[in-house]
């Protein structure tokens, strides 16, 4: 009895494996693995498929061993600091000895390419479908800042004064009696275009953020003259009335105006949108700012009057803030080319200061007035342009085109027009400059 029950016991247990390993061999199982391999075999497989889902779904090393009572914000500084080449990758991967070794880098810093550094900001072309999808600081592809280092640059200006021409002289049959007329083109002084120069820097403080910090210089310079055909004379324009009559006569006459300003700012720029096709930041920041306009004119009269000369001096100086935003929107992928835009509202508070002063040569002073004026004045400037990068993104050279607008200023003309009114209200007017730009940028 004990003996059949033995080997029915035997031959139950032998079944059952043979039915396991049958049952395995049809999922799948190599041929020539016995019933236990083959269970092994399909136990190693179903979690390999696991491991697998959980490491595409984010989880990575992220499991916690069974009894792992280590607290989740030990456990994430854990994961963080470990190494990247640490990280599991699926099993389909595990024999691939490229990646298993480190090769695999998909960092966003620049990558030699023949033997030449080149950004990968400008190998990527669909990296982003969207605007808001690179918002990460260095995480590769798209998701960086396109403010990857700090650097300098300087500005080449060519510009010219508007609004801002003084007329001093028009040719005309007689002075101070009934019937007297112009008979020729009017002498005026008008600002000519004229260099400038503009300097800056930038400070990464952040991911996507900076500190930037700029100086603007400019000084136009500009004469004329005027003469009077054979049996004209001279009207002055500018002399205060009641100081010349009938008698005096000139044949001729100049002026010269000068016309200056001078700004200093910094901001703080931070990224508004980011993608990798375009980029826009948003800055405010303090600035202060100078104008200046200096004119003078000659009138040589014959004696017994003698010459007479007209001076006047506008200056504005001034502090306050500024906002404005500046981007770039790449054109031609992989070649470095954008466009790009700069728009700035400025508010300066500050004073004008004012002077008048008519001297002969005879007689000495004949007329002078000052006056100070507590204003705040707007500012405005755009850019426009194109620029280029270099493919290692450390040298970028733009050229545009600029307007930069003084409002509720006091110009030379209405400041002269005023003293000669006797009201000493010149008013508001906008002197605006505007003209090309050329830079050249380097980050370090």
């Not at 969207?130 to 650097?151: F, V």
């Not at 120069?197 to 403080?205: C, D, L, Q, T, Y």
């Not at 001034?318 to 700035?344: D, P, S, T």
């Amino acid at each position: 009895m004990r003996r059949v029950t033995f080997w029915g016991l035997v031959c139950l247990a032998a079944s059952l494996l043979a039915g396991q390993s049958a049952a395995t061999a049809g999922e799948g199982t190599p041929p020539g693995k016995s019933g236990l391999k083959a269970i092994f075999a399909k136990y190693e497989s179903e979690s390999d498929a696991e491991e697998d889902r959980d490491w595409l779904n984010g989880a990575g090393e992220d499991q916690v061993a069974d009894g792992d009572e280590s607290p989740a914000d030990e456990r994430d500084i854990d994961r963080e600091d470990a190494p990247a080449s640490r990280a599991r990758k699926p099993a389909a991967f595990r024999h691939n000895s490229a990646s298993d070794s480190g090769d695999d880098d998909t960092g966003d810093a620049a990558k030699k390419i023949d033997g030449e550094l080149v950004d990968p900001l400008l190998l990527s072309d669909d990296c982003c479908d969207t605007d808001d999808c690179c918002d990460s600081c260095g995480s590769g592809g798209c998701g960086r800042t396109p403010w990857r280092w700090s650097g300098l640059y300087g500005d080449f200006l060519w510009l010219q004064a508007r609004n801002a021409s003084v007329p001093f002289a028009v040719p005309q049959n007689g002075i101070g009696f009934a019937g007297a007329a112009p008979n020729g083109p009017v002498g005026s002084v008008i600002p000519v275009p004229r260099a400038g120069f503009r300097v800056g820097g930038a400070m990464m403080i952040g991911c996507a953020s900076r500190l930037t910090a700029s100086y603007t210089w400019f000084e136009s310079h500009t004469g004329a003259n005027v003469t009077v055909p054979p049996g004209g004379v001279v009207n002055p324009l500018t002399m205060f009335p009641g100081t010349f009559n009938a008698g005096f006569s000139a044949e001729r006459s100049s002026a010269a105006h000068d016309l200056a300003f001078q700004l200093a700012d910094t901001n703080y720029e931070t990224l508004f949108i980011n993608s990798d096709r375009r980029w826009i930041g948003l800055m405010g920041g303090a600035v202060y700012g100078q104008l200046r306009q200096d004119f003078w004119a000659l009138y040589p009269f014959s004696p017994p009057d003698g010459p007479t000369r007209v001076g006047t001096r506008v200056d504005f100086y001034g502090a306050g803030i500024q906002l404005g935003l500046e981007g770039e929107q790449r054109v031609w992928q992989g070649r470095g080319f954008c466009v790009y835009g700069r728009g700035m509202s400025r508010f300066l508070s500050g004073q004008f200061r004012s002077s008048y002063l008519q001297t002969n040569e005879f007689n000495g002073v004949e007329a002078t007035v000052a006056i100070k004026d507590a204003r705040i004045v707007p500012l405005l400037d755009l850019e426009l342009g194109v620029s280029w990068i270099s493919p290692s993104a450390r040298f970028r050279l733009y050229g545009g085109y600029m307007v930069n607008s003084w409002f509720n200023s006091i110009s030379t003309a209405s400041w002269i027009g005023s003293v000669q009114n006797s009201t000493f209200l010149p008013g508001s007017h906008a002197i605006t400059f505007d003209g090309l730009v050329a830079r050249a940028q380097i980050a370090f």
